[in-house]
């Protein structure tokens, strides 16, 4: 039986610190210069590439009341597309505003609404003659949006700022925000237009330890308050949602991804670390209070073999017969008999369901093929055709649901040259490199971010280092990289160590491991919403901006070089000295204790924090797992200066 040595662990500690010192010291001497007079940054314009055509990369998709037009957002072009259903043919298109997210009709279909993620804003535009009326300002990061049954108020998910907007139409002006989880994405209105429901795609802020829980939530039209949050347990990225018809029940379909991340990665070879499957939601009915909350089940769309990776559209037809949902890191849509659905829920225990991968086969009635990294999908008011918006291949697929076959695919008239950073992208998001399709790059980083979850990385001890997920956000000249530092560059820790320890699979080939690193060394980052465009800082985060750059502490006392902020998180390198330290974070879990120093740009958008998670929000590094100084001196510092301190690195 193995046993710990106290004196030996404590010696080999001051040992890790002596190495750090002298590593800090030398670094902090070359650089001195970077500290001795630290001005402010203003934010950079996300990296541009001249040379790279312009893709239209449709992200969202909604019909027109008579099916006629096709409206479809242009991610990668900053617009709106019209497409003639008869036709199948682009019929015009509109500038709108930076990072369009997601399209919603008015009730009357006169009207469209376009949310613009980098502009925090949304564009109102004649459905008519293309052109833009009005444009209101949202919440940070809008995404998801959708009218209420009236037509006189407008809901917009507001991924960075965790809420959702209220728009009295009429004005135009934002009349509450209503705090949600963490990054709503998708929102839809029920058909009786009571209800407003709102799918987050990170789960709670929890213990890293724990499975995590998400939530659906609902705000009732009637007085625009939150009537309840749904809880649904041990899954992440809920995605887009479809209500089915009242005569079907009125139940909701949620796409998620159901994770394994406590195990350990090497279960991928038995397949099981990650499941893709759909929420069943039977919402609540009745006045506030409620006298029963909604029902959840929940089932998998995998096959015992095979898997369906990134499930994130949904939607059914008009007699609620049939549902469809897409596999964005498959390329292929999932028709479902809802009668067989309905079926199973009835006969099998529902506790048993969301780990049964012999399910699907009872409901799934067909698997068809679409275009790179199907999203949105929409079906005709007849029930005969559906479209799915197939982002990187600048496309949408024809679906004849009479016939159950693909049917034609619409060319949005995108660039034909595929460039390496297209490729790229598309590899990121593509499964079929994994072992049975089971995930993708961008399984665990859903929009070229985070999942909020610790992972259970194999390593010798197997159980052990458990590390928190990184953005890949702005990561191009962070190396080294993982949490350990161990890999010098991209191409090392996307290539060989993805196909053995995480795809099991032959990985990528040098070619596409080349465009996937191309793609990943160009992803932006976004806009800061707190640092004005200006970069003057407010009287707090000014004072939080000494504090960071501080060589005494408040008594007078010179604090050590390696315990100063700005030595690790030099300003002018991302805010990361880009070598591993020892902050005394480790734990139970972990077989050492030296930890890569992590990047600071944008750190307000990627909660959890630490190597594992631990701590829930920036206040938690220094108060609860601070209390030795050993992660910067922090001891003497008041409530008020600590807290400007976290006003000052949320400009980073």
């Not at 707090?540 to 315990?563: H, K, L, S």
Request: include cysteine.
């Amino acid at each position: 039986m193995r046993t710990h040595h106290p004196t030996r662990q404590a010696g080999a500690g001051r040992i890790r610190r002596i190495l750090l010192t002298t590593a800090l010291l030398a670094l902090a001497f070359v650089s001195a210069w970077r500290f001795s007079a630290p001005s402010v940054a203003v934010a950079k314009t996300p990296r541009a590439f001249s040379s790279e055509p312009r893709y239209i990369t449709p992200a969202d998709l909604r019909l027109s009341p008579d099916g006629r037009r096709l409206y479809i957002v242009g991610q990668g072009s900053d617009s709106v597309l019209v497409v003639d259903t008869r036709s199948r043919r682009v019929a015009g298109q509109v500038q709108v505003g930076s990072k369009p997210q997601g399209i919603a009709l008015s009730p009357d279909g006169r009207t469209l609404y376009v949310s613009n993620e980098w502009s925090d804003t949304v564009s109102e535009i004649d459905a008519g003659s293309l052109e833009i009326k009005r444009t209101f300002p949202t919440g940070w990061g809008p995404a998801g949006l959708a009218t209420d049954r009236t037509g006189r108020h407008l809901y917009v998910a507001n991924g960075i700022s965790n809420s959702v907007s209220v728009i009295d139409l009429a004005t135009g002006k934002e009349l509450k925000r209503l705090a949600t989880v963490r990054s709503p994405h998708y929102i839809t209105a029920s058909r009786d237009g009571r209800n407003i429901y709102v799918a987050n795609v990170l789960p709670y802020l929890g213990p890293y330890d724990q499975p995590p829980v998400s939530e659906l939530t609902v705000i009732a039209t009637a007085d625009q308050v939150v009537r309840e949050r749904i809880l649904i347990p041990g899954v992440i990225e809920l995605r887009q949602i479809a209500e089915a018809p009242a005569a079907q029940g009125g139940y909701l379909i949620v796409p998620f991804l159901r994770p394994k991340n406590l195990d350990p990665l090497i279960s991928v070879e038995q397949g099981w670390v990650v499941t893709h499957g759909m929420a069943i939601v039977r919402p609540a009915s009745g006045r506030m209070p409620l006298e029963k909350p909604s029902r959840v089940a929940q089932v998998l769309l995998d096959d015992i073999d095979a898997y369906f990776a990134d499930g994130l559209g949904a939607a059914f037809t008009p007699n609620g017969r049939l549902a469809l949902v897409t596999a964005s890191g498959a390329n292929v849509v999932s028709v479902i008999d809802t009668a067989r659905l309905t079926q199973l829920l009835r006969q099998a225990p529902p506790e048993g369901l969301p780990d049964r991968l012999d399910a699907a086969r009872r409901f799934v009635v067909r698997r068809m093929p679409t275009g790179n990294e199907p999203r949105g999908v929409v079906i005709a008011p007849d029930g005969r055709w559906a479209y799915v918006a197939n982002r990187l291949a600048d496309s949408v697929t024809v679906l004849d649901l009479a016939q159950l076959k693909v049917a034609g695919t619409i060319d949005l008239g995108g660039p034909r040259e595929i460039t390496m950073l297209r490729r790229g992208e598309q590899l990121f998001h593509d499964a079929r490199y994994c072992l049975q399709g089971q995930f993708a790059c961008s399984t665990c980083h859903p929009e070229d971010h985070v999942d909020g979850l610790a992972w259970n990385l194999e390593t010798p001890q197997l159980g052990r280092d458990r590390v928190d997920n990184r953005t890949l956000r702005g990561i191009a000249e962070t190396a080294p990289y993982k949490w350990n530092g161990h890999n010098p560059d991209l191409i090392t820790q996307c290539g060989p160590r993805i196909a053995k320890f995480l795809f099991r699979s032959e990985g990528f080939n040098t070619e596409e491991l080349q465009s996937l690193v191309a793609f990943l060394r160009a992803i932006p980052l976004p806009p800061n919403r707190h640092l004005p465009k200006d970069g003057e800082l407010t009287d707090a985060e000014e004072r939080g901006r000494r504090v960071y750059f501080r060589r005494y502490m408040t008594d007078g006392r010179p604090i050590p070089i390696q315990n100063q902020c700005a030595t690790c998180h030099p300003a002018d390198m991302h805010y990361t000295a880009r070598i591993s330290a020892d902050v005394g974070s480790a734990n139970k879990y972990d077989t050492g204790g030296m930890f890569d120093i992590p990047q600071l740009d944008r750190v307000y958008e990627s909660a959890p924090y630490l190597h594992n998670g631990e701590a829930l929000t920036l206040e938690e590094i220094w108060t609860v797992f601070n209390n030795q100084d050993t992660h910067g001196v922090t001891s003497d510092l008041r409530k008020e200066q600590l807290n400007d301190l976290i006003e000052y690195l949320k400009t980073l």
